[in-house]
């Protein structure tokens, strides 16, 4: 008789918190619904949040997962208005459950809790909760729907639905008519700029050069700009194949800059001129120009390998 007073009240207890849930999910608690929520005899599943939202405590986390805790809560209690799933979620603010957070020995939130059923067909002979660990960072309502899954007996489970949001819609709307508006009053103009060749040679030129002179090797390994020599000067070169500054980069970079524009320069824009003397006076710039900078290139590659035996006058 009194385990069936017992299954009678646990039942009816469900009930009554599960009425609640359909018109607010997650029930709002405090200590005393925390206790009413979890305490045996229990035949349903309790998934309880303690958080601290108030600004003074500085819980970002708890802000952050609030509203997908909301999310979650709604969706599944809507999905399941019958209460087959015997669930129930609630969030206990910490100014609301003081008494709880000493109780449970609380000094961190948020924490997310679920109290298996004590009771009943799916009973637990362990009724310590099962705690979600935050570590991770932020966690979606999918992802707490996928863990409060696998505690569950097996058998469908309501789906998440996010509510549509209206300010996202309006906005992509708004950028997609503005940009619309935007290429079809600037068209005619930007047109000859994107078909303009010298354009995209020169972006597809600084690009190449970008990268062949080590850019993603600085972002990788987050390199220094510049470093000392030991004897209170600056090193603008670090030394070995597997190490190199920022400003090195920059370096590299120009000096193989410089060697491509005077090379296109002999190859394209020399031959094209018409007096000879002027074509010859360019020739011998921009060869004295590439002579030069390749000079002071492998005076670089010496300083990168110390070993390499070779130089080129004047460096």
Known sequence: MLSLAA???STSKFQKLHQKSLSSAPLKLDDSLFNDLTDAPRDFSSV???????????CEACRAFQPEFDILASSWTKGDKKGDTKVVFGALDFPDGKATFQKLMLQTAPILLLYPPTTGLHAQADPT??????????????????????QLPEGPKPQIHRPFNYVKAATITTLVLGSITFIGIAGPYLLPLIQNRNLWAAISLITILMFTSGHMFN?????PYVSGDGKGGIAYFAGGFGN???????IVAAMYGVLSFA???LAMKVPRIADP??????VVVWGAVMFGMYSFLLNVFKIKNGGYPFRLPPF
Request: no cysteine; hydrophobic share 40%; net charge positive.
């Open 263 to 265: 090379t296109i320069a």
């Open 244 to 250: 190199q500054f920022g400003m090195e980069t920059q």
């Open 7 to 9: 299954k009678k009240d």
């Open 129 to 150: 909760p099962k705690r979600l660990d935050f570590s991770q960072g932020a966690l979606s309502a999918e992802f707490v729907h996928g863990w409060v899954t696998r």
């Open 277 to 282: 003397k002027q074509q010859h006076f360019a």
């Open 48 to 58: 309880v949040l303690l958080t601290a939202l108030p600004a003074q405590f500085g």
């Open 219 to 223: 972002h990788i390994r987050k390199v």
